[in-house]
């Protein structure tokens, strides 16, 4: 069987590592980049506290022990569904069965000056130009002597209480705290502001009341001033517009707020839900076709459990790419359609880090929901578990310790990532 995976996020590189050295199958895997991103640590990347490298893993060294699979960095420019084909920037690929993981990207809603001011974090080269603009930003904080100027760099806004937003705040606020005013004494941080922006109610909606009235707490207690039922309007790279005519001034506004499916060319429209998701059956097959499928972020299923669709987290992926792989060594072994596997969302819960020692954690079983310390303990061992490659994670638990004793972060190494990416 060719099968042609979309995508080395945590759903494609998942099945290909399911399916690798498995008879039967030769794997071609397609990316834009040749490394894997630990998404979940971006935030740690744009705040100085990780190096990207550290939460970045080569795709190639992933498969030096398999002998069915071959990866290749392309742009994929479009599918060919009737020739059984993707179309890339270095040639086409045929396949038996195709796996659409592409992820997604950040959703500025069609708002041009958003897009073109705002700040998003959906890759590592996006935390690196992050980093650098927040860095920036004080460098030039020390030129200016006007009062109210002054105070347009000195305030931050984050759009979207998420765990992204939260996370980014909390760190922000970590860094305003201990290290900011060390490397700009001549700064009066006093008068930095964070602002954190959300449409809702409340923070991290997604989790349990409890959890997002500790989280709303913790983020308090660290001096950001949290906004809800605010909704930003317009951004023109100096001033924030909420819909309720309220304005902040700014030079920096983090985009949190929504994400869409990376869809690629070729697939119909008809076949498009909300949030720029393609449908797809409770095998993961894109609705109409019995060789394509699509999981993880991109992927828009409907079960019982979840009417509206999955939440776009990695474990979604992960285990959608698992069920593929079963389903895939049947169909490989001429096994009836009918003992296909069905994907069940297996929730095992979720969380987010606020600060230094403080997180919020949701157990689905037993219900519980932790705050605090123990929260935090947990947040820290799972992702460095989860991270790529045993010197990643001794590199980035090495850090972690160095932040935690001395109170600071040895990268605030100001690159600009888009200009040298022109030079």
Known sequence: MKLVIIGGGFGGLRLARSLS???????????????????????????????????????????????????????????????????????NFEYDALVIATGADTNFFGNRNITDNALPMKSSVEALQLRYKLLQNFED????????????????????????????????????????????????????????????????????????????????????????????????????????????????????????????????QELIAKGNRIKVD????????????????????QEPAYPNGHPQVAPVAMQQADTIANNLKRIEMKSSNALLEEFTY???????????????????KPKLSIGGFPAWLIWMGLHLMLILGVKNRFFVFCNWLYNYFTYDQSLRLIFNVKADKKK
């Open 21 to 91: 050295n498995k008879a039967g199958f030769e794997i071609t895997l397609l990316d834009r980049f040749n490394y894997h991103q630990f998404q979940p640590l971006f935030y740690q990347v744009a705040t100085a506290g990780l190096d990207a490298s550290n939460i970045s893993f080569p795709l190639r060294k992933v498969f030096h022990q398999s002998k069915n699979i071959r990866f290749r960095v392309a742009e994929v420019q479009q599918i060919v569904s009737e020739q059984k084909m993707v179309v890339t920037d270095i040639g």
């Open 141 to 268: 904080a020390l030129l200016v002597k006007e009062p109210e100027a002054l105070q347009r760099f000195m305030n931050i806004v984050i759009v979207g209480g998420g765990p992204t937003g939260v996370e980014l705040s909390g760190a922000i606020a970590d860094m305003k705290r201990f290290v900011l005013p060390k490397d700009y004494p001549e700064l009066d941080f006093s008068k930095m502001k964070i602002y954190l922006l959300e449409g809702s109610s409340k923070v991290l909606g997604a989790m349990a009341e409890k959890s997002s009235i500790r989280s709303k707490k913790y983020l308090e207690e660290l001096g950001v001033t949290i906004l809800t039922d605010s909704i930003l309007k317009d951004y023109d790279g100096q001033a924030v517009l909420l819909q309720n005519g309220n304005i902040i001034p700014a030079n920096i506004v983090i985009w949190a707020a929504g994400i869409k499916g990376n869809v690629p060319n070729g697939i119909d």
């Open 282 to 301: 409770r095998h993961c097959r894109v609705q109409g076709f019995d060789n394509i499928y699509a999981i993880g972020d991109v992927a828009y299923m």
């Open 346 to 364: 297996n929730n095992q819960g979720s969380m987010a880090t606020v600060g230094r020692n403080l997180a919020v954690v949701d157990l689905p």
